[in-house]
């Protein structure tokens, strides 16, 4: 590490010889494998993009230009080349977060991870500066992934109108987002990395539409007849330049060189360019590129050696959901599924081994993929959309106008939901309980454990008249959770004791989704000071269940604990209720404080922002004894939530 270590800033590599530039590339592949191994991180992505970035801060001088990257999981080479090269506690409390970060650098602008959102802000920076005098240019690096996402599209559709300012787009072609890129713009990109003339061209063209469901023939024939002549459409200038935007490319992404002499061009330009780059993700990681699902996209903990896992990881979340789809998939022909871009990381890659053609990945296109589950309910099929949860965000007008108002039966589930923890503030999926408690009509499930994700998605399934929304965690799901019995709908996880005196029970309890463990634990902590718990799952947490009120009325008070925001979560519609109902018992609610949480694992994450069984037992503890103590001098107000 020679080299890499006297890397201080990007202007240290301007001493730097072609020879030894190579030598720092391969120095930093090193690098990555070592430390992500010990880690866990984004690999594949970022021994994809090690010349790309040299050759970035060769050519502009950041901070003054700067340098943007989309989704931020292919960033690592760019903290190396800024000063940050401590990659000890990667994603780990106290250390380097997984994707840039303001607080972290000052080369650092986007932190938000979520995809195709660097064009606007390009398109936004290039228009701050032309506004201001400035001359500083502006560089957006978007793969070809994140390019099949509409924002990417809306946003050139700007850039595109101002000839003059100084924008750069770099597009990052491996041809993957996590899985293969697909669809019509992905075919393009492949247009343009051909090189072996244009009858074979033709030939292999005809021969993809041909097996692509999503385009097929139809787009074949349109394409060969169009107006300009095929030949002109496969011209790497063809699409970009009918925008209104320079081309350069394909560009070798491994070619120092060669990066450096088209960056330069499109620097020199002064105007909107596009150039494009042909890169290799997991390159020169032979256990990556023989990995054929995403090329090590993200791993956890493996031998630097083998790639294989340190540890055998026990059933999760996902894989549960993903061998009932297949059994669901199996009983009903009407079952169809989509994702957006992640096929494999959303668990639907068995269903698409088993069902091939009724799996449509529509690219990182969430807004698309809801719009789309209407019109294949509408057609008589049932879409089970399996998106991250707080991927879900991005779709949320086309769930409410598209979906719910039209009373479609769509099936909606939410991944990755609540902490998540080590991907930071935006993959934490604790937006999405408050978000679509507005939705007339959706029902909303939270089972707690794999039993439960079985049985509730197959409830949601059987609905045929309005969205459903399945939530589950990230990582390994638990033991059974067993039920003691049943009020209305609901499952009473736990009793509570017969007071001596046969008084009203303390505390009922209202448990959501896989926090049921915990909430277990807090009766046991509670029942050791002498306060009687009722606890329940509601399994099904929108609509409120109608026996919630009755039984919250035979109880002193209500505690609600859920991985969620605060506000307007779980707790905010169980007050509603309550109050609805003319129950008049004191509410505590639990959950996430309504602010973006730092990276840290999830454990870390919970007993910072209080989210713990004796952190939660001690508040209630306290709640009931300040009760007990106006039951004794006064009678107690009449109250609705506390």
Request: glycine letters at 10%.
């Given at each position: 590490?020679?080299?890499?270590?006297?890397?201080?800033?990007?202007?240290?590599?301007?001493?730097?010889?072609?020879?030894?530039?190579?030598?720092?590339?391969?120095?930093?592949?090193?690098?990555?494998?070592?430390?992500?191994?010990?880690?866990?991180g984004h690999?594949?992505?970022?021994?994809?993009?090690?010349?790309?970035?040299?050759?970035?801060?060769?050519?502009?001088?950041?901070?003054?230009?700067?340098?943007?990257?989309?989704?931020?999981?292919?960033?690592?080479?760019?903290?190396?080349?800024?000063?940050?090269?401590?990659?000890?506690k990667?994603?780990?409390?106290?250390?380097?977060?997984?994707?840039?970060?303001?607080?972290?650098?000052?080369?650092?602008?986007?932190?938000?991870?979520?995809a195709?959102?660097?064009?606007?802000?390009?398109d936004?920076?290039?228009?701050?500066?032309?506004?201001?005098?400035?001359?500083?240019?502006?560089?957006a690096?978007?793969?070809?992934?994140?390019?099949?996402g509409?924002?990417?599209?809306?946003?050139?559709?700007?850039?595109?109108?101002?000839?003059?300012?100084?924008?750069?787009?770099?597009?990052n072609?491996?041809?993957?987002?996590?899985?293969?890129?697909?669809?019509g713009l992905?075919?393009?990109?492949?247009?343009?990395?051909t090189?072996?003339?244009?009858?074979r061209f033709?030939?292999r063209?005809?021969?993809?539409?041909?097996?692509?469901?999503?385009i097929?023939?139809?787009?074949y024939?349109?394409?060969h007849?169009?107006?300009?002549?095929?030949?002109?459409?496969?011209?790497?200038?063809?699409?970009?330049?009918?925008?209104?935007?320079?081309?350069?490319?394909?560009?070798?992404?491994?070619d120092?060189?060669?990066?450096?002499?088209?960056?330069?061009?499109?620097?020199?330009?002064?105007?909107?360019?596009i150039?494009h780059?042909?890169?290799?993700?997991?390159?020169?990681?032979?256990p990556?590129?023989?990995?054929?699902a995403?090329?090590?996209?993200?791993?956890?903990?493996i031998?630097?050696d083998?790639?294989?896992?340190?540890?055998a990881?026990?059933?999760?979340?996902?894989?549960?959901?993903?061998?009932?789809?297949?059994?669901?998939?199996k009983?009903r022909?009407?079952?169809?599924?989509?994702?957006?871009?992640?096929?494999?990381?959303?668990?639907?890659?068995?269903?698409?081994?088993?069902?091939?053609?009724?799996?449509y990945?529509?690219?990182?296109?969430?807004?698309?993929?809801?719009?789309?589950?209407?019109?294949?309910?509408t057609?008589?099929?049932?879409?089970?959309v399996?998106?991250?949860?707080?991927?879900?965000?991005?779709?949320?007008?086309?769930?409410?106008?598209?979906?719910?108002?039209?009373?479609?039966?769509?099936?909606?589930?939410l991944?990755?939901?609540?902490?998540?923890?080590?991907?930071?503030?935006?993959?934490?999926?604790?937006?999405?309980?408050?978000?679509?408690?507005?939705?007339?009509?959706?029902?909303?499930?939270?089972p707690?454990?794999?039993?439960?994700?079985?049985?509730?998605?197959r409830?949601a399934?059987a609905?045929?008249?309005?969205?459903?929304?399945?939530?589950?965690?990230?990582?390994?799901?638990?033991?059974?959770?067993?039920?003691?019995?049943?009020v209305?709908?609901?499952?009473?996880?736990?009793?509570?004791?017969?007071?001596?005196d046969?008084?009203t029970?303390?505390?009922?309890?209202?448990?959501?989704?896989?926090?049921?463990?915990?909430?277990?634990?807090i009766?046991?902590?509670?029942?050791?000071?002498?306060?009687?718990?009722?606890?329940?799952?509601?399994?099904?947490?929108?609509p409120?269940?109608?026996?919630?009120?009755?039984?919250?009325?035979?109880?002193?008070v209500?505690?609600t604990?859920?991985?969620?925001?605060?506000?307007?979560g779980?707790?905010?519609?169980?007050?509603?209720?309550?109050?609805?109902?003319?129950?008049?018992?004191?509410?505590?609610?639990?959950?996430?404080?309504?602010?973006?949480?730092?990276?840290?694992?999830?454990?870390?994450?919970?007993?910072?922002?209080?989210?713990?069984?004796?952190?939660?037992a001690?508040?209630?503890?306290?709640l009931?004894?300040?009760?007990?103590?106006?039951?004794a001098?006064?009678?107690?107000?009449?109250?609705?939530?506390d």
């Open positions: 590490m020679a080299l890499l270590t006297r890397i201080k800033g990007p202007r240290d590599l301007d001493r730097l010889t072609p020879e030894q530039l190579v030598e720092l590339a391969g120095e930093i592949r090193t690098f990555l494998v070592d430390e992500v191994s010990k880690t866990g690999l594949g992505p970022n021994l994809g993009v090690v010349e790309l970035t040299i050759a970035l801060h060769r050519v502009f001088d950041s901070p003054k230009d700067k340098v943007l990257w989309d989704t931020g999981h292919q960033s690592y080479v760019h903290k190396l080349l800024t000063g940050r090269q401590d990659f000890t990667l994603k780990s409390k106290g250390g380097l977060s997984g994707y840039p970060s303001r607080a972290e650098s000052e080369h650092d602008v986007i932190e938000n991870s979520h195709s959102t660097v064009l606007g802000w390009a936004g920076l290039a228009k701050a500066n032309e506004l201001l005098g400035k001359r500083d240019h502006t560089v690096v978007i793969g070809d992934g994140a390019l099949t509409g924002m990417a599209w809306e946003a050139l559709n700007n850039i595109a109108a101002a000839k003059d300012r100084p924008l750069v787009i770099v597009v072609d491996n041809e993957r987002s996590y899985a293969p890129t697909i669809g992905a075919n393009h990109l492949a247009t343009l990395r090189t072996d003339g244009y009858e033709l030939s063209t005809k021969e993809l539409l041909e097996r692509t469901p999503v097929g023939q139809p787009l024939e349109t394409l007849g169009a107006k300009k002549g095929f030949k002109d459409f496969i011209a790497p200038q063809g699409m970009f330049e009918d925008l209104g935007l320079k081309y350069v490319g394909p560009i070798d992404g491994h120092i060189a060669a990066l450096e002499s088209a960056l330069q061009r499109a620097k020199r330009f002064g105007g909107p360019v150039v780059c042909l890169t290799e993700k997991g390159r020169g990681y032979t990556a590129l023989q990995d054929e995403d090329r090590f996209h993200a791993v956890g903990k031998h630097p083998t790639g294989l896992p340190i540890a990881s026990g059933a999760d979340w996902t894989s549960v959901f993903a061998e009932e789809m297949v059994e669901l998939g009983e022909e009407d079952i169809v599924a989509i994702t957006a871009a992640m096929l494999q990381p959303v668990g639907l890659d068995k269903f698409a081994k088993a069902f091939p053609e009724r799996v990945d529509v690219g990182i296109a969430e807004q698309h993929a809801a719009v789309s589950a209407a019109g294949l309910a057609g008589g099929l049932h879409p089970v399996a998106v991250y949860a707080t991927f879900l965000n991005r779709a949320f007008d086309q769930v409410l106008m598209d979906v719910a108002l039209h009373k479609c039966g769509v099936t909606f589930v991944d990755r939901a609540g902490i998540t923890g080590t991907d930071g503030a935006s993959h934490n999926g604790m937006w999405d309980l408050s978000i679509l408690q507005v939705v007339p009509g959706l029902r909303i499930a939270a707690r454990d794999a039993d439960q994700v079985r049985a509730q998605l409830e399934v609905v045929e008249d309005a969205p459903t929304v399945v939530r589950y965690s990230k990582g390994a799901v638990g033991p059974a959770v067993k039920a003691v019995g049943t209305g709908g609901m499952d009473v996880l736990r009793e509570a004791k017969t007071q001596s046969g008084g029970p303390d505390v009922l309890l209202v448990s959501v989704g896989a926090l049921a463990p915990m909430c277990l634990e009766a046991d902590l509670l029942d050791a000071q002498g306060i009687t718990t009722t606890v329940v799952d509601p399994r099904w947490v929108k409120v269940d109608e026996a919630l009120p009755g039984l919250a009325a035979g109880h002193k209500v505690v604990v859920e991985d969620n925001g605060r506000v307007g779980v707790g905010s519609a169980v007050a509603q209720a309550l109050r609805d109902a003319n129950v008049d018992v004191p509410l505590r609610d639990f959950g996430i404080p309504q602010q973006f949480l730092d990276h840290a694992n999830r454990r870390e994450v919970m007993a910072e922002i209080g989210l713990t069984a004796p952190d939660i001690r508040q209630v503890t306290g009931v004894s300040r009760l007990q103590g106006r039951y001098d006064e009678p107690a107000p009449q109250v609705a939530s």
